[in-house]
């Protein structure tokens, strides 16, 4: 994953960590969706399908999309709240991956958490952009195995 990221020179948009839950990947804000949207630009439908590709794990893993958001109100027709904003980058990255045939959707699920999750202050535009993000948690191999059963 480290070598993809550098490989593409994205270390400002991707970034990696181990969690106590397993493998956290986080795609930050200006990566795939513009403000306020939660559709996926065209122009970053290839990252998202090689993105896809580096989630064929054999075994598979369960793997759980998240998004987030500042604490900014969202005022347009399509989202009631910040919240429903986060679901649905989450559900839309999702279905992107899971359009890959290497993959088994039953191994996804999203959620969304809105502004209630921030990883910096929601005081400054720096610290509200890094609140919004999409992330890839990937589970450990035997939390998948105990899913399953």
Do not use: C
């Not at 580096?54 to 893993?61: A, C, E, K, S, Y």
């Not at 910040?82 to 039953?106: C, Q, T, Y």
Request: proline share 5%.
């Amino acid at each position: 994953m480290e070598k993809f990221i550098k490989d593409k020179k994205l270390e400002h948009q991707l970034e990696t960590k181990m969690t106590s839950e397993g493998l956290l990947i986080t795609i930050k804000d200006s990566i795939f969706f513009d403000s306020g949207k939660a559709t996926i630009r065209k122009v970053d439908v290839p990252l998202a399908k090689e993105i896809s590709n580096l989630l064929v794990i054999n075994p598979p893993r369960n793997i759980i999309i998240s998004g987030h958001t500042d604490n900014m109100p969202i005022k347009n027709s399509e989202f009631q709240s910040n919240w429903h904003l986060s679901v649905m980058r989450a559900v839309n990255f999702m279905g992107l991956l899971i359009e890959n045939p290497k993959l088994d959707a039953k191994v996804f699920s999203a959620k969304g958490y809105g502004e209630y999750k921030p990883v910096a202050s929601n005081k400054t535009a720096e610290g509200r952009s890094k609140n919004r993000r999409v992330e890839v948690l990937i589970l450990p191999r035997g939390a998948a195995e105990t899913n399953e059963k």
